[in-house]
């Protein structure tokens, strides 16, 4: 999902009291990378800092209580998290997106809202592992994830197995990853991914829509109901550990 970039969008989502903009807790030291974030064309290049962010171990501080974390990587405008987190109050939700302008839209409607369980977070889930720690982390969902369709940006895709080790670090025990997409080429490489990585499947669909089971609380998100009224069918899994 690329947004023109919407001036002003940074300092918007660092003065939100829903965006969590992560600080480096006192007294550890900071590891300072240069990175990329994103194409070559993004504003969101630069440098970010990396460590043991004041976060990582402390949500049930930022939320006020000790209810579950789910957290969607990639979230887009928000839809899906949004709902979910309406639906679901007892359920603490993270929403992760690397671009601000996008970010931006969630923010606003969450402005509205005002969901006590619902918090963002701008960066790339690359260093997801730098804000939660093990375990602290009850479920992710991946929800038409970007494909990065060449063959060596492979591991770039939030279903490799290179993001599988980051989320076996942060998950819990019990936890599973939930994952849609309309794209059949990164459903199969998330497939074969699977168990290389150490997971196994729960549960899995090529046309969700038509499968009772799977559908039954299916929340649909914005590039869901986009893909779906084109007649695309929509692959889903559940894995775990
Ligand atoms: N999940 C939403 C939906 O289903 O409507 C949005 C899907 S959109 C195709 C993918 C989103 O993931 C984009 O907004 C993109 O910026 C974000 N994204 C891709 N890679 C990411 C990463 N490594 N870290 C954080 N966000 C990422």
Redesign the pocket.
Known sequence: ?RLRNIPGSRETIAASKYCITPEPAEGVEVEIRSHKMGDKKSNEGGRMILGDWNVKGHWADVFGNDHPIRI??????G??LMERAIREPDINYIG????SS?LLRAIQKQEEADLPNLRFIR????YITDVFAPGEVDRIYL????PWPKAKTAK?R?TSRQFLARYDKILHPDGIVEFKTDNIDLFDFSLEEVEPAGWKILAMTRDLHKDADMNADNIM????TKFSALGQKICKYVISR
């Open positions: 999902m969607e990587i990639g979230m887009g405008k839809a899906f992760i997106e690397k671009y996008v960066m790339d889930a690359e929800n038409f994830s970007d770039r939030l998100t914005e590039y869901e």
